[in-house]
């Protein structure tokens, strides 16, 4: 076996090798994000610090989805350079095979896997829940007409008064309260009676609360209203499904699950993540061992260009894969523990297979 000292010292290469991927990225990210803050903000009375504030809590989420690929680069960086300075070939002449000297890296990935979907998921899910709040209150402190941007999202509803869509700027407490609201009001006929902009929605028994609310009704004018009721047949789990699960962390999903269930909402979306989040340590072990299928053969012999590509091109496949994999599952068309840990299995049996022809013949 490989001797603690020799382990020690490949496990530290990788780890440094994620970390300053994972930190360089990041910080490319956080500069693009601030300067696409600055544009939105645009002649809007925001100080500096607000908007860094807002790039600090956008950036776990951002970087969540990065992990993967800063464990791919980090660990084809990691076995070039040890076998450009011969290390790898010393360890093959003293009789430790290519399995033990990717284990440190193998273990390290699994350990990153699991504190990323235990600890960094939920810190992220409430990140993104804060940067939310504080997107709404600089977007939509306007005076006069109400901001109504094409960004956002988009709700359809239907009730006893017939159907409505509402269109919203940013969301609060999984969905419940919305702010930059514009809602769009048909009559049974399907025809449009009246459109209302609002500055924040809340959700409660039967109906959304619209507040400091211009009302356009057709046929009769405008009108100015403190607080403006809408019709809704949609509940606060319903809400939170249809609004996708970003917020939700690790620990909440189950009990997420068991409510929508509970009031006979589908709850895929919701399956799918958790378990999506259960299998990115096996994810992050198929990466290491792409990485090393395609990285760990003698510097000397050459070929290291169309290595590294190959293992770009497999870990990007890998990731491609997974994420449309999720897409059917979200859509129902796979179950989701099939849609989440298909992609996984899969590449890590490819990496093992690869490895094994090459080492073991």
Known sequence: MIGRTLGLYFGRLFLNSVVGIYVGCAFLIMLVDFLELSRRVGDRDVDTSTLFTLVLYHIPFYTEQLLPFAVLFAGIGTFLTLSRRLELVVARASGISAWQFIAPACLIALVLGVLSTTIYNPISAEFRERSSAIEAEIFNRDTGMFATSSAGFWIRQQSADGQSIIQAAAKQDGGRQLSGVTVFVFGKNGKLTERAEARTAQLVAGAWELRDVRVLTIGVGMGH????????????????????????????????????????????????????????????????????????????FGGIGEAILGGVAAGFLLYVSTKLAEDLGEAGVVHPVVAAWFPAVVGALMGILILLHREDG
């Not at 949609?234 to 249809?242: H, R």
């Not at 009031?263 to 999506?276: H, N």
């Open 225 to 300: 209203y403190d607080t403006y009721l809408v019709a809704t047949n949609l509940t606060p789990e319903q809400v939170q499904e249809t609004l996708q699960s970003d917020t939700v962390s690790f620990w909440d999903l189950p009990a997420a699950i068991e409510t929508a269930e509970r009031v006979g909402f589908g709850a895929e979306r919701y399956r799918l993540q958790y378990q999506s989040l259960l299998a990115r340590p096996l994810l992050l072990l198929a990466m290491v061992l792409i990485a090393a299928s395609v990285s760990l053969r003698v510097f000397r």
